[in-house]
């Protein structure tokens, strides 16, 4: 129990393109789901926290006009990295929880983006 | 702000000896849970620690979570070459209402055959 996939493993783009990346959970629901960015040897950055319905909540720092979020099931978030640059290349892992504050975050296998 | 510190950064032993990463919490976390990531791969939730004092053990892994619950320490004894990999420990500050996780650094193991 408790999969997460992600959707799609790697991604190629020109620069100025969109990207969108899927993470689903496949046997639960998430009530939460979790956006991350890492780059190579370095710890998670948290991104945004969504919650199903309502608008992610973002770090400072992120802005929220270039990463879209949308949550519109317990099942499916979506980050859409807007006119994308070099600058975003990284790998990005989203995660599920069930109840937020309760529930273990399992984590998607990432997306690694390379923007050309 | 929240802070979670976790040391040391890398760790390089020989098989077979033993391996300690530990994390400490500028604040009281209500848990702690540790992932594993492999390289090239994902964060894979090993265990997650809730109760102060609580130990916890699988296999040749030893979890602790301190008395204030604000730290808590990873043991690998007998270390083997499938360790390697990357451990971060996560903490959910106490009184969350979003259930974001802080998690450290991470610590990269290496392990020699």
């Known amino acids: 129990g408790a999969v997460v996939s992600q959707h799609p493993s790697r991604v190629i783009c020109k620069s100025g393109t969109s990207v969108k990346i899927e993470c689903r959970s496949l046997?639960?629901?998430?009530?939460?789901m979790f956006w991350y960015r890492q780059f190579p040897k370095q710890s998670l950055m948290l991104m945004a926290t969504?919650?199903?319905?309502?608008?992610?909540?973002?770090e400072q720092g992120v802005e929220k006009d270039k990463f879209l979020i949308n949550h519109a099931s317990l099942t499916l978030s979506t980050l859409t990295v807007t006119s994308a640059h070099p600058e975003d290349s990284s790998f990005y892992i989203c995660?599920?929880?069930?109840?937020?504050?309760?529930?273990?975050?399992?984590f998607g296998p990432g997306t690694r983006l390379l923007v050309l | 702000g929240q802070q979670v510190m976790q040391i040391p950064q890398y760790q390089h032993v020989q098989e077979g000896e033993d391996f300690t990463t530990y994390c400490n919490s500028s604040?009281?976390?209500?848990?702690i849970q540790w992932y594993k990531q492999r390289p090239g791969g994902h964060p894979v939730f090993l265990i997650q620690?809730?109760?102060?004092?609580e130990v916890k053990k699988q296999k040749r892994l030893t979890f602790q979570f301190g008395e204030a619950k604000k730290n808590s320490s990873l043991h690998i004894t007998a270390t083997q070459t499938t360790d390697v990999g990357t451990y971060f420990c996560a903490g959910l500050p106490r009184g969350s209402t979003l259930g974001r996780l802080y998690f450290g650094r991470g610590t990269q193991l290496t392990v020699w055959p």
């Open positions: 604040t009281t976390l209500s848990n």
């Open positions: 620690l809730v109760k102060s004092g």
């Open positions: 046997d639960f629901q998430a009530t939460t």
């Open positions: 969504s919650n199903e319905g309502s608008k992610a909540t973002y």
């Open positions: 995660s599920a929880s069930g109840l937020a504050g309760v529930e273990t975050q399992y």
